[in-house]
Each structure stands twice: as C-alpha cells, then as structure tokens.
C-alpha cells in the first residue's frame, strides 16, 4: 500500500499510532472473515436431491469398485425413496482429473474430450468426484497441475448446469513398509487437502473421506489389498457420505409399554394402527427409509444404525416377534424391556433392502457394458464400418437398464409392515 503525502509528513510517533491502528483493524477483519467463513459453512443448507436427478458418480477406481457392491448409490437413492433420482456411474481405473485413462486407440476424442463427452451423454444434474489418488504420486510437484486439472474439470461441470461434490482420496492402507506408507499417506493428504481448499473457493460440498479411513480401528479390515476397498470398506464408505452430508442416521426404534397399551416411535417410522388383545400386540410400522444391507459378516453392523424394539410392561414369559409370517426374535419379557430394546438384523425390510442393492448392481454392471464396450473401436471407433451395425446392441442395453431403474424405484420405497408379538404357551 502506497503511503500518501500526509502520512509522510506525520511524526514517528504518529506513524506508529497509525500502524498500530491498522494492524488491529486487520487482525479485527481477518476474525470477522473467519467468522465468516465459519457461520457460510454452519448456513450451508442442508444436502438434498431433488426430483428427476441425475447423478453420475466420476473419479478412479474408488468410484468404479462400487458397481460391484452399489453402496453409493444405495445410500442415495434410499433417502428420497418418493422421487425420480437415476445415476450412472462413470468411474475409471486408473483415472484422473485430465482423464489420462480414458484413452482409446481410436482418435479422437482424446482422453479428456472422452471424459467430458461421456459427462454430456450423461446428463448429469449432480456429479460426485473421486479424484487425487492416482495424481498424488506426483508428490508436491504435481500438485499444482492437479490444481489447474480439477478446476478446469469443475468449469465444465458448470457449463453442464450441475453441482459438483468433491471427495478427498482414502490413505492407503497397507502394502508398504511403515515409512513408506506414512510417506505415502503424507502425499495423499497433501491432494485431499488441496481437494478441500478447492471446493472452498468454488463453494461447493467436500466430503473428507481420509480422515475416517484414517481413524478406523482395524483398517486392514475394510481393504482387499491395501488400496482398494472391499465390501466392508463401501459399506463404511456410504456410511461416512451420509455422515458427511447430513443426513440423519437410519436408526428406528419402537417403544411399546404393554401395561399402558402405549406404542411410540423414535425415528423415521411411524405407527398406523396398533392393537393389544391379551398377551398379544399387533401394530403396523411404516417406515421412511430402508436399512442398510449389511456385508456377509455381521462384525461390520456396528457401522450402521439398526431397527430396535423395546417393549416393557409385559407379563413374565417368553414372547416372539412375528414380521408377517416370519418369526423374527424371541425372548424374555426381561430381554425385551431392557436398555434400548432388542436389535433387529432380520426381516422383510432388510430383504427388501437386499433386493434393491442387488438391482443397482445388476443395472450398474448394464451401463459399464453400455457405456465401455470391449469391442468399442468396432462398435463406435474408426473400425464402425466394418461392424458398426451391431451398436444396435447398445441401445438395447438402453432398454433393460430402463426396466431395472423402475425395478429400482419401486424398490427403494419401504412397505408397511404388520408386527405381532406372541406369547409364548
């Protein structure tokens, strides 16, 4: 800052007051702008999808692994299970924000026009970018051409009309000596921290996803190789994006006191009708949301909120559950009134919820063949014309991935379910 001709001409003395002025007005503002900063990012409305979404998950393997489990997606389209939301998945091994995998024989498009040309084929009105891992190699120096790659990247994205939400990179797990694993996760924190300041400056939504890797008691457990996540490790991904967004947590319990005939919800279910009849109590529970499917080892279910069931005032004896015409827990009087009740890990929710996932895999697996056919150059490449007739093909990928995502819709909406507990004689 030029001085002008009348601070020039004040005395030392004054120059000093003058000084001293500015310099707690600075720090007084650089507190006001942290304020700032602190009250957009607590205002920041809360994470929500609206009808007729299309959201397209983007980035490397991370993003790509998932079409074998579906746990992204799965968190997501349960949330607003009432609204039209699709998703196409367009992760790529090996890829980074330049779109350096994407490179075919045929030219063109480049690598990166590849990438933006299938972003445009996708339509998307929200797009989640897992991007880092593979540029963080470049240590410090590559940092700024990531950078420069992400932003570029991002300005597309607004072309497009979309919003972008940006995940940080996972720490490697293993696979290396201690110093060079620590050496390497440095790296990656270096990109993930990037990652955060970048979506500050274009006040977008970033997801810290290697904090809670990092954090995880045994994470060892969540990674097949060291690098990359196995169905665990989607399972707690998923669970931290909910986390992240803030979305609240699936958790529903029912809180019956028979001697009162009273029944309570807590969470997002409500109850239709009950009715008590001796011993005997029948209700109808609607839920909001699904619970989360959760991997073949049940270890992992302390990740993920459950159903519970607690119900007190009941006379000595044993009683069961009844989900329909599945039994679904039996116990003690004793059993079921203590604590927070007794935890449900059964049911035609969680079936239902088994199903749904099943299905966003299976569409998942339809639009990678769609989207990356083997044969691509043949197909659609400069070699069409000897048997470009069979593209036809595609299309009809089109249809069946059509048929799944109304499967998809109807499934994702949980049914009411009627409950009864019974007395055991």
């Not at 009105?125 to 593979?134: L, P, Q, R, S």
């Not at 595609?394 to 009864?420: A, M, T, V, W």
Request: proline share 5%; glycine share 6%; aromatic share 10%.
């Amino acid at each position: 800052m030029k001085l002008s001709n009348k601070v020039k001409r004040t005395g030392i003395s004054e120059i000093a007051s003058c000084f001293l002025i500015l310099l707690l007005a600075f720090s007084h503002g650089c507190a006001a702008a942290e304020s700032t900063v602190s009250n957009q990012i607590e205002e920041k409305p809360d994470f929500e999808l609206q009808h007729g979404d299309r959201v397209v998950l983007l980035g490397n393997s991370l993003i790509q692994n998932d079409i074998e489990y579906g746990y992204i997606e799965y968190a997501l389209t349960t949330r607003w299970p009432q609204k039209d939301i699709t998703f196409r998945n367009l992760g790529w091994t090996g890829d980074t924000v330049h779109g350096e995998a994407r490179s075919y024989f045929t030219t063109p498009p480049e690598s990166y026009e590849l990438l933006i040309q299938q972003l445009q084929e996708a339509e998307p009105t929200v797009v989640f970018i897992g991007y880092g891992a593979n540029e963080s190699y470049g240590g410090a120096e590559g940092l700024s051409e990531f950078k420069k790659g992400m932003q570029t990247l991002l300005d597309e994205i607004k072309k497009m009309g979309a919003e972008a939400v940006l995940l940080s990179p996972i720490p490697q797990i293993s696979g290396l000596s201690p110093d060079e694993l620590s050496a390497r996760n440095e790296d990656i924190r270096l990109y993930a921290s990037a990652i955060s300041e970048i979506a500050f400056e274009n006040e977008i939504r970033y997801i810290d996803l290697f904090s809670p890797f990092e954090d995880y008691d045994h994470p060892d457990q969540l990674a097949s190789d060291g690098i990359h996540l196995n169905q665990k490790g989607y399972y707690f991904l998923a669970s931290v994006l909910e986390e992240e967004l803030g979305l609240s947590v699936r958790t529903w319990t029912v809180d019956i006191d028979f001697s009162e005939q009273r029944v309570d919800t807590h969470g997002p279910v409500e109850i239709l009708e009950d009715q008590f009849n001796n011993q005997n109590i029948t209700f109808t529970a609607n839920a909001s949301i699904l619970p989360f499917p959760p991997p073949a080892t049940d270890a992992a279910m302390e990740n993920k909120p459950v159903i519970r069931f607690k119900i007190e005032g009941l006379p000595e004896g044993y009683y069961t559950l009844k989900m329909g015409a599945m039994d679904i827990r039996t116990a003690s009087a004793e059993k079921w009134s203590d604590g927070d009740g007794i935890t449900v890990k059964q049911g035609i929710l969680y079936k239902q919820a088994s199903e749904l996932k099943e299905k966003i895999v299976q569409k998942n697996q339809l639009f990678f063949r769609k989207y990356r056919p083997t044969n691509r150059t043949y197909l659609v490449g400069f070699r069409s014309h000897e048997q470009g007739q069979n593209s036809k093909e595609l299309e009809q990928l089109g249809l069946f991935i059509n048929r799944l995502e109304n499967k998809i819709s109807q499934l994702r909406k949980p049914r009411p379910d009627n409950y009864r507990l019974i007395a055991i004689e």
